[in-house]
């Protein structure tokens, strides 16, 4: 026999239906649905009562797009130096301070940690007075007699100056994701490989870098896309100079939508395009993570 | 560890600490010096602090743009933390197969890179007449997949039979959410709260889009207006720059162990 209305277990699981409807319908209108409307837009020309169907047009127009190739060379610069330098450090760093008998492990954690209250485009102000043509990394430079360098108006020279601030930004937030990690590890593993004979080294290599891999895919899918939507940097630290030789592509993407005469039809090309790349990279990262369990 | 070992150890710590904390100094001794002490490199404090406020103050709506960004980030924190809180226990406290399958696609949300969205987002925002309101700032950022998550891992270690006791006294479904589940898990929401205020005050990109009147400037967006011009005067800069990070530094100093819990809870 059939109970009229509804019972207890139905009840409730209705009451949590209404407790998480209002976060996942903001994620479908805000993230979801603007997402399907790009990849529209992104087969479009023209605005307002003038839209056509414009078929891949703006996808071909990418492939002859100089500003873009420049771009997209500039941001695969920054993910291919940065992110495995940014990682790596972090990983020392992470296991220096995983070592039980190290004094002073929590003011060490502080400072390497610290960079990470500073926002962007205020870190990026730093950068760019420390590294001005007569600031002090050139006087420091010219002091050990080392030449200066104009940071600024070299192209590969800003580049670095971009990875350095990003390296300086990055390295404490990922080091405590691998501390996280670390300390889920029993210790007693480092010990029992010590009396083995294993060097330092191969407990790196062959202890610390697989019991952390869950966590070294995490921070590398969150590099990568970091990496791919970099902005702040672009903008404030180099203006993209000089010429476009430091542009991201996102700041492409902004100029070209809101500094520019607006080309809202190309722009949503161009991000649907930064999208297939995250989503395939970490597709990459992910199929690689997996392989050597 | 031999002695050798700890050396070299500390040798590394002490570099990558100095490196770490050095260019923050440089911003601290910036603040109080002259512009051309600050590129001459300048490194020990200076007495034109106050200087450097009275051109900063005459030069941007210093005012203006703190209070500006201390709306948005307060407004922006609480509405994350109820939204984002009651779901996450909504997903976890109530779970079936319809609801986990709904979170597995809410996660693809964050694979979605921001500039992928960002201009049907402020044709959006322009369509419902919500362009320089904090609205506009706010409601792209409620609801994340991360912070969902951060309060499902936490519901998970909400006691079952709290819950049981809770409903034979007779406490309704949201009443046990609001008066035993947010008391118990004040960490959580310590972390969630610091990782999403700090998110919100150093948000640059969005706010550059969105808010586009003087009236609706934000700290990042003074501080970035700061280098145009033809010369850039470094000492208010580095002020700016300095006032913009003190409170993000403050609760980051005070709240580290939230902050650190807080981006990498939900992965745990």
């Known amino acids: ?30 993230c979801f649905y603007p997402m399907v409307q790009a990849l529209i837009l992104s087969f479009q020309k023209g605005t307002g009562s003038a839209v056509q169907p414009a078929g891949f047009a703006n996808y071909v127009r990418i492939l002859k797009d100089a500003t873009f190739q420049q771009c997209l060379f500039n941001t695969i610069f920054y993910f291919v130096i940065q992110v495995p330098i940014m990682l790596i450090l972090a990983l020392i760093l992470a296991q220096l301070l995983n070592s039980p008998n190290i004094k002073g492990k929590g003011i060490y954690r502080t400072m390497i940690f610290l960079p990470c209250a500073t926002s962007l485009v205020s870190y990026s102000m730093i950068f760019k007075s420390l590294f001005a043509n007569d600031g002090l990394v050139n006087r420091v430079l010219s002091t050990v007699g080392i030449p200066t360098v104009d940071w600024f108006q070299n192209a590969w020279a800003a580049r670095w100056v971009i990875v350095i601030a990003l390296v300086w930004r990055w390295t404490g937030y990922n080091m405590v994701f691998y501390l996280a990690g670390l300390q889920n590890i029993d210790y007693s593993i480092y010990e029992a490989a010590r009396i083995d004979g294993a060097s330092p080294l191969q407990q790196f290599v062959h202890l610390t ?78 199929k690689v993570g997996d392989k050597r369990d | 560890m031999t002695k050798g070992k700890k050396i070299l150890a500390h040798a590394v710590l002490i570099l990558a600490s100095f490196l770490s904390v050095f260019p923050l100094y440089y911003m601290l001794c910036g603040a109080t010096n002259t512009s051309i002490d600050v590129v001459r490199g300048k490194l020990i404090p200076g007495t034109y602090l106050v200087e450097n406020f009275k051109s900063l103050v005459a030069n941007q709506n210093l005012g203006l743009a703190m209070a500006n960004s201390f709306r948005n980030a307060i407004l922006m924190t609480l509405i994350t933390l109820l939204v984002c809180s009651i779901a996450g226990y909504g997903f976890e406290i109530y779970h079936d ?73 007779g406490l309704s479904e949201i009443g046990i959410f609001f008066r035993m589940f947010v008391p118990i898990m004040r ?69 580290q162990k939230s902050f650190a819990n807080g981006i990498t809870g939900a992965v745990k």
């Open chain 2, 97 to 169: 197969k319809a609801k986990d399958a709904l979170m597995s696609v809410l996660l693809l949300a964050m694979m979605l890179p921001f500039v992928a969205i960002m201009i049907p987002l402020f044709k959006m925002m322009s369509h419902w007449g919500l362009v320089n309101s904090w609205a506009a700032f706010v409601l792209p950022s409620i609801s994340t997949p991360f912070m969902i998550m951060l309060f499902r891992q936490a519901s998970r270690s909400f006691p079952n039979d709290i819950i049981e006791a809770a409903r034979l006294d």
């Open chain 1, 1 to 30: 026999m059939k109970k009229k209305g509804l019972n207890m277990e139905q009840k409730r699981s209705l009451t949590g239906w209404a407790f998480l409807l209002p976060a996942a319908l903001l994620i479908f209108v805000f």
């Open chain 1, 209 to 286: 870098i697989p019991l952390l891999k869950p966590t070294i895919l995490l921070t590398a899918i969150m590099s990568t896309s970091g990496t791919l939507q970099l902005f702040d940097e672009s903008v404030n630290l180099t203006a993209g100079g000089p010429g476009k030789a430091t542009m991201t592509l996102t700041h492409y993407i902004y100029n070209i939508s809101f500094v520019e005469t607006p080309k809202f039809n190309y722009a949503a090309a161009l991000s649907v395009f930064i999208l297939v790349v995250v989503a395939v990279l970490s597709a990459i990262q992910m």
């Open chain 2, 187 to 255: 960490s959580t929401y310590g972390a969630a709260m610091t990782v999403t205020f700090m998110n919100a005050w150093n948000s640059y990109l969005w706010p550059k889009v969105v808010f586009q009147s003087n009236a609706s400037i934000t700290m990042p967006m003074l501080v970035a207006n700061l280098k145009s011009g033809y010369s850039v005067d470094y000492g208010m800069l580095m002020l700016g720059v300095l006032i913009c990070t003190l409170p993000t530094a403050i609760i980051f100093l005070c709240l």
